[in-house]
């Protein structure tokens, strides 16, 4: 199929297969309409960091309000043979799934907003087989777009102000990487994409330089750059490292002073290689003596947020930050292990569930959550997670998940606000999504909530983020209970 279709098209089947086996179960055992809730959340914030930036939603939203399967669908599924060569789907089920619209209520928390371990990021109530199927696309969305645009925020955060472009693609784990990867970035905090089908997609600022392989084509560097500087007066930025760098700059100061008089202004000059700090500054100084002191300094070259730190604790003199591969892939940790769980499901009434671990960490919460985040005026202090069905105590307690023994009394003239905000009712899209500008400025803003110990890359303060301790006594009583009846 061509590429372009995969977006234009029916992704029902971008699932699993085993959610068609389950959801095929479900049928037949008269399940399917029974309603269930579903959370889905991560189990610790990525890169040793101290805190997520939530995003993707905008995807899952889209992707949920095309959850039909086409006729196509239908008949490849029933093309698969089981091991006896039978059909693996009986008609009736096909019939079913060709039918089927979705219903399930959908609350989630907005993109760009911070978030930490346990806490829903989505949360699915509606019929089982529905809640079941979307399983695997909603993880690949917000798995991919959360990681991204936190390592986008830390990158931000060490440019100290400094403009951030994203020059991943060629580096992307493919096309819908680059793709989806550019908006997160975006949304984290890059400035502008050099991805320009990313550009048109999501309306990201474009920006750009020029490669080696323009100076290559020319037999000398300052004929090279006289031609891109003649060519586009008003928005260059020099490669300067093609031979030797300081030779470069001194070139590309020539051609800015010739093209002068025509009216170039000179935008920049871009290092890529070498000792970014010690080119930079020396540049700085050629740069400024010729009096072109707002000429920027463009570096890339494998840079990430511990580098770019080094640099600008070491004095590097530049003011725009390229960073490709190390964002676009997340390099150090290329997944966030973001995971759909079971949480309830109504007979008569709402029976709770849980998946047990030997680990207390992969142990998940039952009921149906919503997260309250409490703050003052400087910072937010703590997020509490709590059964939205439950009563709350009137001083609420906050439990460590994973040490109970690590308890929090919330300030009872803190302020709060529910970070899960209602999106789908009963298939019906509730929600106003926000434009990208306005959902990166909600990260910035964000992000300086946060006290800066959190924010810190080397060993961060972990933020309280913990189970109402209602709910906290409940689990621990619904393991014991399991753990009993296993045996
Ligand atoms: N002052 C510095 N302090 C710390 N790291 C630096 C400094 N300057 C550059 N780096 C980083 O060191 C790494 C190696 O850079 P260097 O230019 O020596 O090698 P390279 O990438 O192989 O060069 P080339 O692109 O020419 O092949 C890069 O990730 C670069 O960003
Ligand atoms: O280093 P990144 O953060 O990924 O930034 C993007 C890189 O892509 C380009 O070079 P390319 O990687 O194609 O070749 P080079 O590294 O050999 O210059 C560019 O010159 C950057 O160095
Ligand atoms: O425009 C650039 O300078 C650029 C684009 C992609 C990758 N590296 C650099």
């Not at 699993?16 to 179960?25: F, S």
């Not at 829903?120 to 199927?133: I, S």
């Not at 784990?173 to 048109?200: C, M």
């Not at 997944?335 to 759909?340: D, E, F, I, R, S």
């Amino acid at each position: 199929m061509a590429l372009q279709q995969i977006y234009r098209t029916s992704l029902s089947l971008l699932t699993d297969l085993y959610q068609l086996t389950m959801a095929y179960g479900y049928w037949k055992n008269g399940m399917a309409e029974r309603e269930a809730v579903f959370h889905l959340y991560f189990r610790k914030n990525p890169f040793g960091g101290g805190y997520t930036i939530a995003a993707g939603l905008e995807h899952a939203i889209q992707y949920l309000q095309e959850l039909r399967f086409t006729a196509d669908d239908i008949a490849y599924l029933a093309s698969l043979k089981g091991s006896e060569g039978k059909p693996l789907f009986k008609q009736g089920f096909l019939d079913y799934l060709q039918q089927m619209e979705f219903t399930c209520d959908v609350d989630a928390i907005p993109e760009g907003t911070v978030v930490f371990p346990s806490e829903p990021l989505v949360r699915v109530k509606g019929p089982l087989l529905q809640a079941q199927l979307i399983e695997t696309p909603l993880l690949t969305i917000v798995n991919f777009e959360t990681l991204i645009a936190t390592k986008a925020a830390r990158i931000k955060e060490a440019a100290k102000g400094d403009t951030v472009i994203e020059f991943g693609m060629r580096r992307a784990q493919g096309i819908d990487g680059s793709l989806s990867a550019a908006r997160a970035a975006y949304i984290g905090g890059a400035d502008a994409t050099s991805n320009l089908l990313a550009g048109q997609l999501y309306n990201i600022p474009v920006k750009g330089t020029h490669a080696h392989s323009w100076i290559q084509s020319f037999d000398s560097e300052e004929e090279a750059f006289e031609a891109y500087g003649t060519a586009f007066p008003q928005d260059s930025v020099f490669l300067v490292d093609t031979y030797d760098t300081l030779e470069g700059v001194k070139k590309a100061i020539k051609v800015a002073q010739k093209l002068a008089p025509k009216g170039f202004i000179f935008g920049g000059i871009r290092l890529d290689s070498g000792d970014l700090t010690y080119l930079s500054q020396q540049a700085r100084k050629l740069l400024d003596a010729a009096g072109f002191t707002d000429t920027s300094i463009v570096a890339s070259n494998d840079l990430d947020e511990h580098l770019i730190t080094h640099l600008k604790q070491e004095g590097a003199k530049i003011n725009i930050w390229g960073v490709g591969t190390k964002m676009i892939t997340a390099y150090d940790q290329p997944a966030l292990g973001g995971v759909y769980k079971l949480a309830a499901i109504k007979n008569d009434a709402w029976e709770y569930k849980i998946k047990l671990s030997e680990q207390l960490v992969k142990t998940s919460n039952p009921g149906i959550l919503q997260v309250r985040r409490f703050y003052n005026e400087q910072r937010y202090l703590a997020d509490m997670i709590y059964n939205e069905l439950e009563p709350l105590p009137p001083q609420p307690q906050l439990v460590d998940p994973l040490d109970a023994t690590r308890r929090k009394s919330l300030e009872p003239t803190a302020k709060y606000k529910d970070l899960l905000v209602p999106i789908f009712k009963k298939g019906q899209l509730k929600y106003k999504l926000p434009d990208l500008p306005s959902i990166k400025a909600h990260t910035l803003q964000e992000v300086s909530n946060l006290h800066e110990s959190i924010r810190r890359y080397l060993n961060p303060h972990s933020y309280p983020a913990g189970l109402e301790s209602g709910l906290h006594q409940f689990k621990m009583d619904l393991i014991l209970k399991l753990r009993e009846a296993e045996k």
